[in-house]
């Protein structure tokens, strides 16, 4: 059975002035139902079986995450929590003058996967692809000092600004977002400032 994918036009990454390519598959949806027939139909275990080892991994696997430990299972990979604040709380900062949040305003928020080695070199051998189509990036029909304004006057109803709100406000991909908001926080004269690292950086208006 073959695999498709699609060939993707993404933003400028390194200041050529060109864009570039990268290739992404494209995948449909396999339930949990239709994975346990499959290790049914490919394995010696019975359905049962199958379903309470899920089971027992998902439950200890949650429990030690949990107590703080970064779990590997060979062949498969490397599991650990990752932290964020909870709803309506702003993420915290060094900066003087910023609250400091306790325990309270921290929450698990999702789980960091780094897949095995030997899961990837599996799959890559086991897979055949086939190229169904190519995708262009939408050339905005805004200028970046239009989408400047723009920003600002969002942040002017509304105290900070991630990626994804200014890509929906834009209309520009997630990346070309994130890089052009990176650059509009650079510039002193935008009056946007960025605060926060990785995935708790969000986007503000600079004190007068």
């Keep these: ?15 050529t002035g060109q864009t570039q390519a990268y290739y992404k598959m494209k995948t449909q949806a396999m339930g949990h139902d239709d994975f346990i027939d499959l290790c049914c139909r490919e394995g010696a275990m019975p359905r049962d079986a199958i379903l309470g080892v899920l089971t027992l991994i998902h439950e200890k696997l949650a429990l030690s ?3 703080g430990y970064s779990v590997k299972i ?6 650990s929590a990752k932290l964020g604040m909870r709803d309506g709380v702003l993420p915290d900062a060094f900066e003087p003058g910023e609250t400091k949040h306790n325990v309270k305003a921290i929450k698990v928020t999702g789980v960091s996967y780094r897949p095995d080695n030997e899961l990837i070199a ?16 939408k050339k905005p029909q805004t200028t970046l000092e239009e989408r400047t304004a723009m920003a600002r006057k969002y942040l002017e109803r509304t105290p900070m600004m991630r990626v994804m709100d200014y890509a929906m406000l834009t209309g520009l991909s997630r990346t070309t977002a994130s890089m052009e ?27 007068k």
């Design 65 to 67: 995450m949990a107590e």
């Design 74 to 79: 060979d062949g498969l990979g490397t599991f």
């Design 122 to 137: 599996d799959t890559a051998r086991k897979c055949h692809l086939v190229k169904d189509g190519e995708s262009r990036i």
């Design 1 to 15: 059975m073959y695999a498709k994918y699609i060939k993707k036009e993404i933003a400028d990454l390194n200041g």
């Design 181 to 207: 908001l990176r650059k509009i926080a650079s510039d002193p004269n935008s009056g946007i400032i960025s605060l926060g690292q990785n995935s708790q950086k969000y986007y503000t208006l600079r004190l």
